[in-house]
């Protein structure tokens, strides 16, 4: 599979977060059904709750149409979520898009709705900084 075009500067965002990357790419399978998530990572939160384990699907959104990508990433966040809670459900899904993305596109209210409704947890990174700038989750 080829990695999005800001696939490294995600994952640094996330190593910048204190995130340690576990997977790149996080391969799992349910019977037949096989898919890469862009990557898996850990983070310790404190001693008396050990870890939180996270996937992250990394989406550009340069495409000519930004309803197309948000086609595709939705559709694929869909069928990996579903694998997740059956293989790892100890591993939340994020869907990872450049905070440009974010706050001009999630902002429209159909696509909000929809983010809300289905429960789309969102992480949104500035590639020029590899820094991340908000979680919606």
């Known amino acids: 599979m080829a990695k999005d075009l800001f696939h490294d500067n995600c994952k640094k965002a996330l190593e910048a977060d204190g995130w340690l990357i576990t997977h790149d ?3 799992l399978k ?3 059904v096989r898919v890469e ?3 898996g990572a850990e983070k310790l939160i404190a001693a008396e709750k050990g870890e939180e384990k996270i ?3 990394i989406k550009s959104f340069i495409s000519p149409s930004p309803v197309n990508d948000f086609e595709d990433a939705y559709g694929q966040f869909m069928l990996y979520r579903r694998i997740l809670q059956k293989s790892e ?6 869907l990872a898009v450049p905070a440009a993305v974010f706050n001009t596109f999630f902002q429209r209210p159909l696509i909000q709705e929809i983010v809300d409704e289905e ?3 969102l992480m949104a990174f500035d590639p020029s900084t590899n820094i991340i700038i908000q979680w919606k989750k």
């Open 89 to 94: 459900p100890e591993r939340k899904l994020f």
């Open 119 to 121: 429960g789309i947890s």
């Open 30 to 32: 349910s019977g037949k």
């Open 37 to 39: 998530i862009d990557l």
């Open 55 to 57: 996937a992250v699907e």
């Open 25 to 27: 790419p996080l391969r």
